[in-house]
C-alpha cells in the first residue's frame, strides 16, 4: 500500500501577480511580481515548507501559465501528480493592491470558467483522498458543478471510510471555510441562502473547521467569535478555528477546551497569504498532535510572518522562521523572504 500523503489539498490554483509597488493603486503600478497562488495550493505550498509531505488535487488551462504552476509546485515540494489540464479555459490569474496595514483588494481573472471548478469526481483517486493524514478542502470548490459534487465525494470518501485494521492517529478533515463571494454568481448573496446550505452539507463531514469572521458568518449566521466557534462545532466539526487577522485566532474543541491567542506583533507589508500560512502550520501541529494552544500559537506565528512578506506562497515560513519569531514575540525582519 502506498503511504499516504500527510496533505492533500483541493481546490483553486492561479497565478498571483503582485504589484511590487506598495501603497498605490493598480493603474500606478509600474513592475509586478508572478507567484504560485490560490488558497488551497498555498496551503500545500506552506506545510511542504514545515516538511510535510503534500499533493494538491486541481487543474489547470492547458497553457504557459499550467507550466508555470507545475514548475513551481515541484519546486516548492509539492507533489502535482493530481494537477490536470483543462483545454477550454485559461489559468486563472490574480492581481491585488497593497494598502498596508489592513486594505489588499484582490482581483480574480477566472472568466470564462476556472479549470479548478471542472475538477470531476470519476477523476479522483479516493483511495489516496481517504488515507491523507489531512485532507484540505475550502467553500470554493463548492461553489459550481462538477468540483461541488467531486468535492463532496472526497468528504463523504472520508467520513464514510471503516476504521483501519491497525489503529493510528485519526485521520483530520479540515474545511477552510473560504468566502468569495465573486465566484458564487446568483448563490452568493451571503445570507441566509443556497451557499449556506452547501456548506452546512460539507461542515457535516469535517473534523476541523476553519475561517475568519466574514467566513464563519456565511457557514453559521454568527459573527461573534466564540458564538461562530459554537455554531460551527454544532455543525459537526470538533474543533472549529476563528482567525480574526491582526485580533489573532480563537480555537475550540469539542471537548470544552478553548485557546485565545494574542496576535504577534509585525510591520504588515501584505495581509494576503496570512490565512494559508496559518493553514499549513495548522495541519503541521494538528498532525504532530500538539496541544490546541501550541497549534494555534504556532500558526498565529506563521500567519504574521507572511503578513511581514509580499507574496503568499513564496514567503511562507521554514521552521526555524516560526521558532524564531515565537522565541522572539514578535516577526522581526524578513529573512529568508524569498519573495
Ligand atoms: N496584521 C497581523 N498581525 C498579526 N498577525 C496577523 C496579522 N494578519 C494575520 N495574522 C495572523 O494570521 C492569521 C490569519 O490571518 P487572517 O487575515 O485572519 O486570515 P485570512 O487571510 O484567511 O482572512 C490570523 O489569525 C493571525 O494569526
Ligand atoms: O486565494 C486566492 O485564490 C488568492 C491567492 O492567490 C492569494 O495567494 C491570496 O490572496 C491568499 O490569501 P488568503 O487566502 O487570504 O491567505
Known amino acids: 500500500m502506498p503511504e499516504p500523503y500527510d496533505v492533500i489539498t483541493m481546490g483553486r490554483i492561479g497565478v498571483d501577480i503582485y504589484p511590487l509597488q506598495t501603497g498605490v493603486p493598480l493603474s500606478r503600478v509600474e513592475t509586478f511580481g508572478k507567484f504560485l497562488g490560490g488558497s488551497p495550493s498555498n496551503v500545500a505550498v506552506a506545510a511542504a515548507r514545515l516538511g510535510r509531505r503534500t499533493a494538491v488535487i486541481t487543474r489547470t488551462g492547458r497553457d504557459a501559465f499550467g507550466d508555470y504552476l507545475h514548475q513551481a509546485l515541484a519546486e516548492f515540494g509539492v507533489d502535482d501528480r493530481w494537477v490536470s489540464a483543462v483545454a477550454e479555459y485559461p489559468t486563472p490569474v490574480t492581481f491585488c493592491e497593497i494598502f498596508p496595514p489592513d486594505h489588499f483588494p484582490l482581483y ?8 479548478d471548478l471542472e475538477i470531476h469526481s470519476g477523476e479522483l483517486d479516493l483511495d489516496a483522498v481517504r488515507d491523507a493524514r489531512v485532507f484540505w478542502m475550502t467553500g470554493t470548490g463548492l461553489c459550481a458543478e462538477p468540483s461541488r459534487t467531486a468535492t463532496l465525494s472526497a468528504l463523504r470518501a472520508r467520513s464514510e471510510a471503516p476504521a483501519p485494521d491497525v489503529p493510528g492517529p485519526p485521520r483530520i478533515t479540515v474545511f477552510d471555510l473560504d468566502w468569495r463571494p465573486m ?3 446568483g448563490e452568493g448573496d451571503g445570507g441566509d441562502g443556497p451557499a449556506r446550505a452547501r456548506y452546512r452539507e460539507a461542515l457535516a ?5 476553519v475561517g475568519n469572521l466574514d467566513e464563519c458568518e456565511i457557514a453559521t449566521g454568527e459573527r461573534e467569535p466564540h458564538a461562530a466557534a459554537r455554531a460551527l462545532l454544532a455543525a459537526g466539526p470538533e474543533l472549529a478555528v476563528v482567525k480574526q487577522g491582526p485580533a489573532g485566532v480563537l480555537a475550540a474543541h469539542r471537548d470544552g477546551t478553548t ?8 510591520d504588515v507589508v501584505n ?10 502550520a495548522l495541519c503541521h501541529g494538528l498532525l504532530a498532535g500538539w496541544d490546541t494552544e501550541h497549534v494555534m500559537r504556532y500558526a498565529n506565528a506563521a500567519g504574521a510572518i507572511v503578513a ?3 507574496a503568499c506562497s ?5 521552521p526555524h522562521e516560526v521558532e524564531q519569531a515565537l522565541a522572539d514575540g514578535a516577526v522581526g525582519a524578513a529573512v529568508g523572504d524569498t519573495s
Open 183 to 185: 465566484f458564487w454568481g
Open 205 to 209: 463531514h469535517a473534523t476541523v473547521a
Open 314 to 318: 513564496s514567503a511562507m515560513p521554514f
Open 108 to 115: 480574480f481573472y477566472r472568466q470564462p470558467k476556472a479549470p
Open 271 to 280: 495581509g494576503l497569504g496570512a490565512g494559508d500560512a496559518f493553514g499549513g
Open 308 to 310: 511581514s512578506r509580499l
Open 259 to 266: 485557546a485565545e491567542i494574542p496576535p504577534l506583533p509585525v
